[in-house]
């Protein structure tokens, strides 16, 4: 086989969430990946401690999830799903409710993390207006919550720089919960803090303020990622769902990244023991091959919805050319027959004291002024530079990766949530290996 040739032109490529500039000037490329392994275009074999984008859970090119692909795209390449199906839609669909929280087994298709929080937006405002009550408007967030970035997400989200220069354009009759983030209270907490369940009564001021009978949906990640692992306090989360039922307020849960065992079950909701009225779910649906995401409803609110007009119109103005795509439900149904299969789930559960240790023991290394973790995900908060914030976290990623580690940053934190098949020896590894690090930085 020839080898690729050497990519020699970087602009055409306007990336992502990315300093184009930076990366350019000394990019980092991956050509391949196998299990728990990436490999760079120089050749070098490179840890995954981040799962690809909190996505990749069983680990990278599974035969099982190849084989399911390359059928399906020689059987059905593509298939409408307006007025139309194919088999695979409705397949993948039971099998993804019957991971779901009882009655949230109302599946709605998309193709991403953002499209799906737009989608569950809509589908709340859509409810509201079906029972009779269209003036529940108001979308409820959280301050550093991150909903992807179509309008509705970065809307109901509370990271700044994704907002402000959209500012002008966010949807209206919005408020924010405040962040669950408290270093004089949580620092180096292992798993849920004790302090912070105060935080969810807010939602009781902001209901106060504007009225219940105008308030549509509260949305919050179970547990914050992107933002930089915020776990939540010890009961926080069932008070939000108290306070929403009260007032009739549906509550999503965003789960793009929480899903599919990143806590040890097959949700965050599970893992909590609380029931939202919308699940929010993309990333490792199915294992992040083919971009695919969805919607759980609960089945309440889908009949609502479907069963307030004629059976001959249309119930939700609403979907995408690439709903239920063949070659994505192929790859769904595979992941979760695979993570059936392998017990993922369960295995996840089963090494997080190990990731959990190893994450902690860095408390005593430079810089470090907050570790958190809850299954296999785990934050770790360096001191900032002075005047340079980010920089020192950025120089710790690229040190690791020149090690042959990826983890993920933001801002000061680095990030963790390698696939669920890691080893205890590569729990080592990536922990050492950032030790090291930030031992070589200033």
Aim: glycine share 10%.
């Amino acid at each position: 086989m020839n080898a690729r040739p050497v990519i020699e032109d970087l602009s055409s490529f306007w990336m992502p969430f990315t300093a184009n500039r930076q990366f350019k000037a000394a990019p980092r490329l991956l050509e391949s990946a196998k299990g728990m392994y990436y490999r760079s275009s120089d050749g070098r074999e490179v840890l995954d401690g981040t799962a690809g984008l909190w996505c990749v859970n069983a680990g990278h090119c599974r035969d099982e999830i190849v084989d399911a692909v390359q059928k399906a795209l020689s059987t059905l390449d593509f298939a409408p799903t307006f007025q139309m199906g194919h088999p695979l839609a409705f397949e993948a669909a039971t099998k993804v409710a019957g991971l779901m929280p009882e009655g949230l087994d109302r599946i709605f298709f998309t193709n991403s993390g953002s499209e799906s929080v737009d989608t569950a937006l809509k589908i709340a405002l859509a409810y509201h207006r079906a029972r009779g009550e269209g003036q529940r408007t108001r979308l409820i967030g959280r301050e550093r919550g991150y909903h992807g970035v179509g309008f509705g997400g970065i809307s109901v989200g509370g990271i700044a720089p994704n907002r402000k220069t959209f500012s002008g354009a966010l949807l209206p009759s919005i408020d924010h919960l405040p962040h669950t983030h408290d270093l004089a209270h949580n620092a180096f907490t292992k798993g849920q803090p004790a302090w912070g369940d105060h935080l969810a009564d807010d939602l009781e001021r902001i209901v106060a303020l504007h009225d219940p009978s105008t308030i549509a949906a509260v949305i919050v990640e179970p547990l914050a990622g992107s933002t930089g692992v915020l776990v939540p306090p010890q009961g926080y989360l069932q008070k939000l769902r108290d306070i929403c039922t009260k007032y009739g307020i549906l509550l999503i849960f965003d789960e793009v990244i929480t899903g599919f065992g990143r806590l040890g079950k097959a949700t965050a909701s599970e893992y909590f023991g609380v029931s939202p009225d919308l699940i929010t779910m993309a990333k490792a649906i199915n294992n992040a091959t083919i971009p695919l995401g969805a919607v759980a409803a609960h089945r309440n609110v889908h009949d609502t919805v479907v069963n307030a007009g004629a059976a001959n119109a249309i119930e939700l103005f609403h979907g995408y050319t690439y709903s239920a795509h063949p070659v994505a439900t192929a790859a769904a149904i595979a992941t979760l027959d695979l993570y059936r299969r392998d017990k993922l789930f369960e295995r996840a559960a089963s090494k997080a004291e190990k990731f959990e240790s190893a994450a902690h023991a860095l408390r005593d290394a430079p810089y470090v002024k907050d570790i958190r973790n809850l299954g296999l995900v785990a934050g770790i908060e360096l001191d900032s530079r002075d005047g340079a914030p980010g920089a020192r976290a950025y120089e710790v990623f690229v040190k690791c990766f020149e090690a042959g580690v990826l983890v993920r940053y933001t801002g000061d934190i680095l990030a963790f949530s390698p696939p669920l098949i890691i080893e205890d020896d590569q729990i080592d590894q990536l922990f050492g290996t950032v030790r090291k690090a930030l031992e070589s930085v200033k």
